[in-house]
């Protein structure tokens, strides 16, 4: 797992926007969600563009702080977060039966660091669906460094329309990131489509737990600032999403939000009361270096306008994550597994 520095931070700043443009990207990317007025639909509607902006703008923060792979992880005492990592990779690719030679699809694959991970780890091919341009172009890059790019490759198109012909992939799976899809039946429909019969689709999704409460202006403000800082148009609850695979045909064959038994709480790498050497970068002190790294490097003209506005709205969505997982209203690995069946009868 391999981390960017400063300079790849400041360098990669705004991905595929110019640089000149990355303010109004910016205050665009804002005026699309709840604290700057934003409605649901609006934000359904132009997920694309939305999406878009959001991995444009923050890639180049998530690499700084969390490494190639952009998710959380069940984590045992005693645990790095790395390792928790890798193992909730291996948890999915043992999921799903990989087999040598498999051919697997990653549906929203960011800059490909589990596909590079469950490629190496079960020896099958993977292809990495995502839509931005800047993470494919750098996943291709960080593919060539680890050697894989002969057997995984990325293919930039929307999952809600994906291009390939029925049928074609042996396993699919996603890890957080069908959260971005403004209609989870459109979405796994496609996956249900492109998957082989017989075959098994396994999932990690961000969702509101039964805990959350609509009512509750609290609950309500903490999934703004998740929706904000992540890029999402809304966050479905965990019912709605197996409701939608069994109404796309999949069989579900068990599910489960992984993070009520995890010993060490999910959240941890974001609390500022927590701190660690080994995840430093995601710590108060470390976010504290970075959020002033930033300003200088704007203030200077190494990082474009509007860098510290990145900065501040991941900084809320930090808050707004660690707030939902102590109060148990959110979880980022409702994790499920399912089938599709060998004929369309069953």
């Known amino acids: 797992m391999s981390k960017a520095g400063a300079f790849d931070l400041a360098s990669g700043l705004g991905g595929k926007i110019d640089k000149s443009e990355v303010l109004s990207a910016v205050e665009k990317y804002e ?187 609290e609950h309500q403000k903490i999934k703004a600032e998740i929706e904000i800082g992540d890029g999402l148009p809304d966050i479905r609850l965990t019912g709605q999403c197996i409701e939608a695979l069994k109404k796309a045909g999949f069989e579900v064959i068990w599910s489960k939000d992984l993070a009520a038994s995890s010993p060490v709480p999910w959240y941890l790498p974001l609390d500022k009361n927590h701190f660690s050497l080994s995840s430093f970068r995601l710590t108060a002190i470390g976010r504290f270096f970075t959020r002033n790294m930033v300003k200088t490097l704007e203030f200077v003209g190494l990082a474009p306008k509007g860098s510290q506005r990145v900065q501040d709205f991941l900084e809320k969505a930090a808050e707004g994550l660690v707030e939902g997982g102590r109060r148990e209203i959110f979880t980022p690995m409702f994790f499920f597994l399912a089938q599709k069946p060998h004929s369309e009868s069953q």
């Open 31 to 217: 005026k699309y969600h709840v604290f700057y007025g934003g409605a649901e639909e609006e934000r359904k509607a132009n997920y694309t563009d939305m999406v878009n902006k959001y991995y444009d703008l923050v890639t180049s923060f998530y690499e700084f702080g969390w490494g190639e792979s952009f998710h959380f992880a069940h984590r045992f005492t005693g645990e790095s977060l790395r390792e928790s990592i890798k193992r909730h990779e291996h948890f999915l690719a043992l999921q799903l039966g990989l087999k040598a030679g498999h051919k697997v699809l990653d549906v929203g694959c960011g800059i490909g660091g589990p596909l590079r991970e469950i490629a190496r780890f079960s020896l099958t091919s993977v292809t990495g669906l995502n839509n931005n341009e800047y993470q494919i172009a750098r996943g291709k890059q960080l593919n060539r460094i680890a050697g894989v790019d002969k057997t995984c490759d990325f293919v930039k198109a929307d999952f809600m329309k994906m291009p390939f012909p029925d049928c074609s992939f042996d396993a699919v799976y996603a890890i957080e990131a069908t959260c971005h899809a403004p209609d989870a039946y459109g979405c796994y429909s496609e996956i249900y489509r492109v998957l082989k019969p017989g075959q098994f689709f396994a999932a990690y999704e961000w969702c509101m737990t039964d805990s959350f409460d609509p009512n509750n202006q």
